[in-house]
């Protein structure tokens, strides 16, 4: 019967591009939630369940880590069985892949990260979505903490290089490039897809 896929929106380039090389593509149907839940993460679960109710029995799988819900996602899956998301606790980890983000995370617990979709979109999504463009002196004190800024980029241009680097400038932090690619998430959504429980029933 295929599966529905419920995605954040801030993954539909990387998504389609993981599809399309998949011979999965075409047993998928994809939809795609508003990339501004990132601000609102008590909001993604409702929006997830709302948009399960046009899985038909098919089975889901849910293209968010837990993606700041606290673990209500994961308690909402547990709810249903018929329902696996991507694994980590964000987009960042599943990007970096859990080692390499574990690594970063020790190095400078200070620091604030972008993807590609956070780069081209962060007057949006981050510098209007915090309100710093009605009071940018909250500046200093939302980011008081942190240190650097570090860009896992999937696409790895000088383009998104650019938006990352005059982003880490807004915020007064240093600036650190990664090319991740879109290795560990194509590899994170391969197995999510192929473990979906009629995989599983199959092995009963």
């Keep these: 019967m295929g599966v529905l896929v419920i995605a954040c929106g801030a993954l539909a380039g990387e998504l389609r591009a993981v599809l399309g090389r998949s011979d999965l593509g ?17 909001r993604i ?16 799988f849910v293209a968010y880590a837990d993606c700041g819900t606290g673990g209500a996602l994961d308690r909402f ?7 696996r998301r991507l694994p980590g606790a964000h987009c960042y980890e599943f990007f970096a892949g859990a080692e390499r983000f ?11 990260y972008l993807t590609d979709f956070l780069a081209k979109h962060f007057d949006a999504l981050v510098w209007q979505g915090l309100g710093l ?18 860009l896992l980029s999937q696409a790895c241009t000088d383009e998104i290089v650019s938006a990352g680097r005059a982003a880490s400038a807004r915020l007064g932090l240093d600036f650190q490039y990664i090319c991740t690619g879109n290795g560990a998430f194509e590899t994170a959504v391969h197995v999510g897809l192929r473990t979906v429980p009629d995989d599983e029933e199959d092995h009963d």
């Design 45 to 60: 679960v409702p929006a997830v369940e709302s948009a399960i109710s046009g899985a038909d029995g098919r089975a889901v």
């Design 133 to 150: 463009d009605r009071h940018p002196q909250l500046r200093d004190t939302y980011f008081s903490n942190y240190r650097r800024v570090v």
């Design 102 to 112: 574990a690594a970063l995370h020790d190095e400078e617990p200070g620091t604030f």
């Design 77 to 83: 899956i547990a709810r249903n069985p018929g329902v």
């Design 26 to 42: 075409a047993q998928v149907e994809v939809v795609y939630l508003p990339a501004n839940l990132h601000n609102r993460p008590e």
